[in-house]
C-alpha cells in the first residue's frame, strides 16, 4: 500500500503560477512510476506528467512548456510547478504512484486547482 498526499493548489489568476506537491509514504518500492493527472468537471480524468524513478518525463501536449514534473527519491515526494496557469488547467490533480505503466496505481485525495480569467 502506497499512501499519497496532495497539497499546494487553491485560485489563481490567468498568467500566474501554483507549486503542487505530493508526499509517498508506505510502499515506496512501488513508486517507480509518479505522475499528476487532473479531472475536470464533466471530463474524464487525463494525464498531465508523469516522471520515472531514473528521472524520465512525460507530457501532455496541452501543458508541454509551462509544466514541470519532479521528483525527490530520497525524501519521496514529486512535486508540480505550473506556470502560465490558464483557466482551462482548472481541475482537480491528483498525484499516481504505480510501478508498471499499464498498472492503475495508487491516488491520493486530490486538490483543486482554480485558475480564474
Known amino acids: 500500500q502506497v499512501q499519497l498526499v496532495e497539497s499546494g493548489g487553491g485560485l489563481v489568476q490567468a498568467g500566474g503560477s501554483l507549486r503542487l506537491s505530493c508526499a509517498a509514504s508506505?510502499?515506496?518500492?512501488?513508486?517507480?512510476?509518479m505522475g499528476w493527472y487532473r479531472q475536470a468537471p464533466g471530463k474524464q480524468r487525463e494525464l498531465v506528467a508523469n516522471?520515472?524513478?531514473?528521472?524520465?518525463?512525460n507530457y501532455a501536449d496541452s501543458v508541454k512548456g509551462r509544466f514541470t514534473i519532479s521528483r525527490d527519491n530520497a525524501k519521496n515526494m514529486v512535486y508540480l510547478q505550473m506556470n502560465s496557469l490558464k483557466p482551462e488547467d482548472t481541475a482537480v490533480y491528483y498525484c499516481?504512484?504505480?510501478?508498471?505503466?499499464?498498472?492503475?496505481?495508487?491516488w491520493g485525495q486530490g486538490t483543486q486547482v482554480t485558475v480564474s480569467s
Open positions: 508506505g510502499s515506496i518500492f512501488s513508486t517507480n512510476i
Open positions: 516522471i520515472i524513478r531514473g528521472g524520465s518525463t
Open positions: 499516481n504512484a504505480k510501478n508498471f505503466a499499464w498498472a492503475s496505481g495508487y
